[in-house]
């Protein structure tokens, strides 16, 4: 029996309702001191960053774990790495059930596919460097996880629900020591090299006068952006948000039905099953969408009920719950042996990440190099709202097609990225073979994404 005055009915409550409170705290601190709001660090790695200070503080006053306390439940931390775990379909969900903006021409294809393979090809590009800082961090150092350093594109170029999902599958499958905080510091370290990079980088464009000053008028928001006129009223009996939110549940619900069987089907993978909840969610959202335009088409339903701009406002709060979660979860005393090797991982994925995107930026995107390499350069080191935070420094209107581009890459990149994850699962048991296959991999990705300087073009 559940008595309502226990800890134990108020926990995940109070675990959740700290989280929102620290981002309002961030947003807060991001509008006093110019300073915070000039770094373009996102307010949800701010926020993360805050409960990290208040943790410490915490447990130095009282030598407890802060989220482990009665008043979270006693297991706070479990929580916020399952919120950070959930959240991450979640917002993938939403995502997916944007209706469709715009027609799609010959040209369009070109540079979203082009966007697609760029993307995975800097997941290698971070895969093989990071695996190859390990690798050598793990001949100097006594018992250190040589395969840890496949997790810096699961950190920088997924964010932290893949971090934390890779994380936990190397700590509870293959013995890595605090696995689940080593990927979520590599996570907010992204956070980190997307401000930095992002900012060297805009100054630079200031410098050259490129950069025009943003109409204060251009993040209103207009009516028609709220709401279609084929869709459905925003208040009938049941309220258009509500209808957004059971489309989501109603995925994941198919997507956990669909882990569930593989995983019995498959034992042995479960926790790799598991891993893909984001993926499976994808496809379950898809099959929906599919559902949904088909009894459209026949006219069994007679009106959109999916509204871009509110599955927008879902995907966002998702996401923004997922990192400030990852981020509060992280034990900074578990890794204490780890931070020199953390921090070389960190730099060298600036670094790698920035040069090749803007590389690629210059030589294919060159209409809108600038807006392109932005978009990519945040994305592939944070999120995708990390990606637009920095694009709207430079095109606030969203006139270039940059901001589309990342959107629709996500099937190409599912498609290409897909064995980036298998060999993750290979790369603890037989390290240098998986580095030689992620560097064959990436050789492979730049052919077909640099194909047309290759080959040359059809005349």
Known sequence: MINFWDFSAWGGFNVIAVLLVSLLAAS???????????????????????LIVVAGIYKLVTGDIMFDTAFFGSNGTATLELLTYHCLALGFIASTFKPAQGKMTKQRTIEIFNTGVTTVATYLLQAVFGMAITMVAALVMEDFFAAAGILLPFGYGQGTGQALNYGGIFEADHGFVDGKSFGLTIAALGFLSASIGGVIHLNILRHQGRIKPQDPQANVILAEQIQA?????????????????????????????????????????KSVIYGFNFLLGVLAATLVKGVMNWMRKKRIIRREHRNYFLMTRASNFFFD?????????????????YWGVMLILGVVGLVITYIYNYIVAKTLFPEYTEEQFLTMYGMLTGTASTGVILLREIDGDFKTSAADNMVYQNFPAIVFGFPLMLLATLAPVKPVLTLIILFLFFIVMNVILFRSRIFGRKK
């Open 28 to 50: 807060m601190l991001k509008r006093a001191f110019p300073v915070l709001k000039a770094s373009l660090i996102p307010t949800s790695v701010l926020g993360g960053g805050i």
């Open 229 to 269: 006129q084929d869709e459905s009223p925003m208040q009938e009996s049941m309220d258009k948000m509500t209808t957004q939110i059971a489309l989501i549940a109603l995925s994941y619900l198919i997507a956990y039905l669909m882990m569930f069987t593989l995983g019995n089907l498959l034992p042995g993978m």
């Open 321 to 337: 719950l997922m990192v400030v979660a990852g981020i509060a979860a992280i034990r900074l005393s578990a890794l204490e042996r």
